[in-house]
């Protein structure tokens, strides 16, 4: 055979063999590979349609509410706090950010965005008092110098020592009352467990010093917010319960804090039910406990809450909580996405309905709510994490 056959042969042999390879025995490898070199092939795909900017239309308010959009330059806005003089910050805390979003001229639209503070470890709970602006950090609380004109703060001392949220939850929320007492929201480090630090699952209380902290109030598996009543100066939390029961159990909470009060973690849950499949407490154990003010749907995951004191707001709405529903991630139907109205008589949850719906289109999250606060005029702000917005919501009722 000469050289010129032998070559030839080959040549046919070798392109059979890929063609048998890749029409037989290779079609499988080949489809592997390629789906492999898809994400580095393809263009990068864009995040699914947000609330903010045109997508704000897909948000429904009952007649005589407005939602406009006051800032989407706030990624993962999470607490939402004004300065003595109105200026609004923000609390990034994937960022490890707080940030400022001045509206000079008050039109409900934010001029620019101005960095607070960077290099923060999971920034949340934001508070003004005296002029000074407290910053809770997951490990710490700090007390900064506030300047109005600048739009600068300036670390003056951190104030207490906080424990880590571990695996868990490591959003740590502030408010202070009328008598200077600092409540500050402590999650636990795991969905339901014996904690080792006692602080974790807590609110404790301290002073604009951080002046003999300790636990005001135990059994909260994560009051991830809080707000204060001002006619009865009574702090109410919002609190998300443990995951894992299915979707029904246990129920969201909305809990009035009272000195020295148990609410129930880990052993029980809403109105003093025993927890059986965790621990080995007595059932009258939960007997000790705090009732919820309100039972809320299981996995809503309420946060925000604020009492209404608005003049954009009806007469008949004045008093009552509005609390933001950060939505669900763990049950077969998603529920939340939502703003809801608590109507409120005294101390007593009388009644619920939707405010603003709309953050869940279609089975898509086109946001997820955090945080609620108003102005000196009356409007409504809330922040959305997921669409890195805030919100401005106004009525016609001046």
Known sequence: MNRSLLMVILAVLFLGGVVFGVGAIGKSWVKQNVGDLGPALSPIRQNPPQVAGEAIDQLTLPEGFQVTLFSSAAPGARDLQFSPDGTLLVSLRTQGKVIALPDTNADGQADSVVEVLTGLKNPHGLVFRDGKLFVAEERQVSRYTWDESELTATL????????????????????????????????????????????????????????????????????????????????????????????????????????????????????????????DQPTSYCDNTVVPTAELQAHSAALGLTFVDSRQFPDDWQGDLLVAFHGSWNRSIPTGYKVVRLKVDGERVTGQEDFITGFLKDGQTMGRPVDITFDSLGRMYLSDDKAGAVYVVTGNQE
């Open 156 to 279: 003056e001392k951190k104030i207490v020592d906080l424990p880590s949220g571990g695996a868990g939850h490591f959003t740590r929320s502030l408010v202070f009352d009328s008598q200077g007492n600092l409540y500050i929201s402590i999650g636990s480090t795991c969905n339901v467990c014996d904690e080792k630090d006692e602080r974790n699952a807590s609110v404790m209380i301290t002073n604009a010093e951080g002046e003999s902290p300790r636990i005001y109030a135990s059994g909260l598996r994560n009051a991830v917010f809080m707000t204060l009543r001002p006619s009865t100066d009574k702090v109410w939390v919002s609190e998300n319960s443990r995951d894992l029961l299915g979707d029904n159990i246990p129920p969201d909470e909305i809990n009035i804090l009272e000195e020295n009060a148990n609410y129930g973690w880990p052993y029980c849950y809403g109105a003093q039910v025993r927890d059986s499949s965790f621990g």
